[in-house]
């Protein structure tokens, strides 16, 4: 008889998105003819750009050749990436890691679960509420926790992101091994500042833990002086994992390409530095066949002056529309957090109402659909998330009718 894997019947239902589906063809269905609108998903809209999509067609050109076809690459990645990689870090943010440290994937949230595999399962881990949900169900499946106890998970410890600290929660004040960090934060919108994040380095070197950072919405930072990565802080590199994606600046949702930083100067309590990036590199050539190459080819241009102009203009466009959303809520007196160094808006619900009853009332009066705060933790209650993932003209329509609806 096989047993299944109880720690995923731990896992509280995916109850978020599936629930915010429900309720819309609800309302569809007792509304025909309404169209609703969109401020919930974090999903990219705008095409490919040219200089990128023009490489992307160009390896398929070189793959339809059986001169110049390939097949499997390197399952960490085509070395030519990788060293654009380690060339952009040193380029762009002065941080000097070996091209070795870079491993390639299909995407952030391939590497956001599957970092974990990596570490014991008796791990204490630390993770920000609210949190993008992956941290937290990996670790559930990981075995690292215990029940869900209706509210969150016994075992893990939460740090709290409060208004009154900007939501960037402090490092823990006990003692854990592994600690996610997100920045900018889905769904918060906050970034973290040097400050802040050397706050959890030192914490790690102190207590030999090991971030997990997730720097996938970096290139939203605009303004200066805040760190795009974690190993612009001294001593990152002997803790902390960073790992990103394409997806959110160059449009590669559904083209599929991330990368994670595992350096083989990070230390664990088994061994001299050096284990964890060759169990890293272990579990990929294992368990992964390394990612589209075509994917990769347009990863490579993202990274050329070219195709960094063509990230930049795809990014201020959903900051545009970042912009459009903020000060359209806060013109009709709703708070609003977020949404500057960030796509997201992190918008705190009128009156004192919870999450989900402000997102019936939106959906009711204004035939907006958002994301309810709380669907991304506990701390998230009282608190929607809108998305400025959309064409302008679908968002400016969402918030004039939020506008006209509320205001
Ligand atoms: N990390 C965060 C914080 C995200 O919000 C997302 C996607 O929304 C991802 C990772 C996933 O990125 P990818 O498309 O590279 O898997």
Redesign the pocket.
């Known amino acids: 008889m096989a047993h299944v894997n109880g720690n995923f019947l731990k896992l509280a239902s995916g109850y978020l998105f599936p629930e915010i589906a429900r309720r819309t063809r609800a309302w569809q269905e007792r509304n025909p003819g309404f169209d609703v609108l969109r401020l919930g998903i974090?999903n990219t809209t705008e095409a490919l750009t040219g200089h990128i999509a023009d490489a992307m067609h160009h390896k398929i050109d070189l793959l339809t050749n059986r001169d110049t076809y390939t097949g499997y690459g390197d399952e960490q990645g085509d070395a030519v990436l990788r060293e654009a990689l380690a060339g952009f870090y040193q380029r762009e943010y002065g941080v000097k890691l070996k091209v070795t440290d870079f491993f390639i994937s299909d995407?952030?949230?391939?590497d956001?679960a599957n970092i974990q595999e990596i570490f014991s399962p008796s791990s204490v881990v630390a993770i920000t509420d609210p949190s993008?949900p992956v941290y937290v169900d990996s670790n559930v499946v990981g075995g690292r926790s215990g029940s869900y106890n209706g509210v969150n998970y016994d075992g893990f410890v939460y740090l709290e992101g409060r208004r009154e600290s900007g939501f960037i929660p402090s490092p823990p004040d006990v003692h854990v091994d592994l600690i996610y960090l997100?920045s900018p934060n889905?769904p918060t919108g906050a970034v973290a500042t040097k400050d802040d994040l050397k706050a959890f380095v030192d914490y790690a070197l102190r207590e030999n833990a090991v971030i997990i950072f997730?720097a996938?919405?970096s290139d939203y930072i605009r303004e200066p002086g805040l760190p795009h990565t974690i190993y612009e802080i001294e001593g990152a590199e002997y803790c902390a994992i960073e790992i990103n994606?394409f997806?959110k600046n160059a449009g590669f949702?559904g083209v599929r390409l991330?990368w994670s930083i595992v350096p083989e100067t990070l230390r664990s309590e088994d061994d001299e530095p050096g284990l964890i990036h060759r169990l890293w590199n272990r579990r990929q050539t294992t368990f992964f066949n390394g990612a589209s190459n075509i994917a990769q080819a347009g990863g490579l241009a993202a990274l050329s002056d070219e195709g960094r102009a063509e990230c930049r203009f795809l990014v201020d466009y959903y900051l545009g529309n970042a912009r459009v959303i903020k000060e359209g809520l806060e013109e009709i007196g709703i708070t609003c957090y977020g949404g500057v160094n960030s796509p997201y808006i992190w918008a705190e619900c009128p009156f004192g109402m919870k999450s989900w009853d402000f997102f019936d009332l939106l959906l009711e009066k204004a035939h907006v659909v958002v994301t309810p705060g709380s669907g991304f933790g506990p701390a998230g209650e009282g608190y929607v998330r809108l998305s400025s993932y959309g064409h302008r003209e679908d968002i400016t329509k969402a918030v004039d009718a939020i506008k006209e609806a509320l205001g």
Request: aromatic fraction near 12%; include cysteine; proline fraction near 0%.
């Open positions: 974090g995407g952030a949230k391939s956001a993008y997100c889905n997730d996938a919405y994606s997806s949702t991330g």
